[in-house]
Nanobody, 121 residues
């Protein structure tokens, strides 16, 4: 069984910075892509940032230049550094792993439980 455990998040004032991290566990051999999605109240879940195993990144237009996603393949860890935060960044942030291969199984998608980020104006 693969699990994604998130940490970080919380409350920050507009213009501030925050980071969220996620570690994948469960006899993992490889993970194709890791990243973050978010879901604000009343809105659909959307991609924030993603990074592949070779370091290619993809960002939502709304966070380009403000957010940075990074990854430690050896630790199965992905981090999202969020700078210049805006009230509209307020959402539950979900860790996402795609193409997870373990010793015995392959999982196309795994989700974390979510962590709340609140940006006050």
């Amino acid at each position: 069984q693969v699990q994604l455990v998130e940490s970080g998040g919380g409350l920050v004032q507009a213009g501030g910075s925050l980071s969220v991290s996620c570690v994948a566990s469960g006899s993992i051999y490889s993970i194709n892509a890791m990243g973050w999605y978010r879901q604000a109240p009343g809105k659909q879940r959307e991609l924030v940032a993603q990074i592949t195993s070779v370091g290619s990144t993809n960002y939502a237009d709304s966070v380009k230049g403000r957010f940075t996603v990074s990854r430690d393949n050896a630790k199965n860890l992905v981090n999202l550094q969020m700078n210049s935060l805006k009230p509209e960044d307020t959402a539950v942030y979900y860790c996402n792993a795609q193409g997870v291969r373990t010793v015995t199984n392959w999982y196309p998608v795994v989700w974390g439980q979510g962590t709340l980020v609140t940006v006050s104006s």
